[in-house]
Nanobody, 116 residues
């Protein structure tokens, strides 16, 4: 079973940046697609960005041009670079990985708060 651990969340001012990391426990991670999801209070969990095993990327319209997903298979790690953050980006961010997304493999989540 692959375990996923997110890190890198925190409090940032509007317009700031954060880089989230998702570390996987096994090298099989390299053949999985990886998705970053977020869930704000009172809202459903939504897909923010995804990257295939071949590094094809897709983004939600709300984050296009601001967020970048990437992966380093040698480190069994995926990243989400978030720039020009807005208060509406405030949420718990989760990593997910599998042959199809979403899979049943979720991390514990990392809180991102965008506020003055």
């Amino acid at each position: 079973q692959v375990q996923l651990v997110e890190s890198g969340g925190g409090l940032v001012q509007p317009g700031g940046s954060l880089r989230l990391s998702c570390a996987a426990s096994r090298s099989i991670f390299s053949i999985y697609a990886v998705g970053w999801y977020r869930q704000a209070p009172g809202k459903r969990r939504e897909l923010v960005a995804a990257i295939t095993s071949g590094s094809t990327c897709n983004y939600a319209d709300s984050v296009k041009g601001r967020f970048t997903i990437s992966r380093d298979n040698a480190k069994n790690t995926a990243y989400l670079q978030m720039n020009s953050l807005k208060p509406e980006d405030t949420a718990v961010y989760y990593c997910n990985a599998g042959f199809q997304l979403p899979s049943d493999r979720w991390g514990q989540g990392t809180q991102v708060t965008v506020s003055l």
